[in-house]
């Protein structure tokens, strides 16, 4: 409940519809930007499968259970813990509309190009596999919506928090992973995540409504003494 309530304050604070308003398709081109995943009965597909039973055969309790949180928070909180207690978007509304627009994006994208690829997700391959949910779309794994929406995040708060760009990126990495951990996706589908979320927030970055956004954000958060001057 306090989670969603989080999320619903988060998005209020915005004043705007969770819908994409900045990019077109034709601004990333996932069809032409991502590569075909790997073909069912495929080598590489095989040798993606075997690599999800070796981490699942190895992930610790407390490793499973990061990656469960990881996959229950896919927003702007998840980087919370490298910001610090400051950044609380319930206190900084510009922020939380810049991140909201950033959502709305990548969620856009990701969802294009999901239903581009409709790769069936690695528990319809193998059921044996101990997931963190089972509920998603079974032919949603090709690119994962997780990596996108954290490498998207990433990228843009890095450039509002260049100071802490390279922890901001390693969490990337870690949430990116932790779908791995969780068994929801293939190594492909992260590193088409990461391919994606990455140039969503560049092109966002070329639009200069969004970049209003962005320097109203930034002033926010040097005031609110979240990020350097």
Request: neutral net charge.
């Amino acid at each position: 409940m306090k989670r969603i309530l989080m999320t619903v304050a988060v998005l209020a604070a915005s004043c705007l519809p969770l819908q994409a308003a900045f990019l077109a398709p034709s601004d990333y081109r996932a069809e032409e930007l991502l590569p075909a995943p790997p073909a069912d009965g495929s080598p590489a597909a095989k040798a993606e499968m075997d690599e999800l039973h070796r981490i699942e055969a190895t992930r610790t309790p407390d490793q499973f259970a990061k990656a469960l949180a990881d996959d229950r928070d896919e927003d702007i909180t998840a980087f919370y813990g490298v910001m610090g207690r400051g950044f609380d978007l319930k206190q900084l509304p510009k922020t939380a509309r810049l991140f909201a627009d950033v959502k709305a994006e990548e969620k856009a994208a990701a969802k294009l190009a999901k239903n581009t690829f409709r790769r069936k997700r690695p528990w319809i391959v193998d059921p044996a596999l101990k997931t963190c949910a089972s509920d998603d779309a079974p032919l949603s794994s090709y690119p994962s919506g997780h990596s996108t929406m954290g490498y998207a995040m990433a990228t843009v708060l890095a450039a509002l928090a260049p100071e802490k760009a390279p922890a901001i990126m390693a969490r990337a990495r870690q949430f990116a992973e932790n779908r791995l951990v969780c068994s929801m996706h293939f190594r492909s589908d992260i590193a088409a995540g990461q391919v994606l979320g990455t140039v969503v927030a560049v092109e966002l970055m070329h639009k200069p409504a969004f970049m209003t956004e962005f320097e109203a954000a930034r002033a926010e958060l040097i005031t609110a003494h979240v990020v350097a001057p």
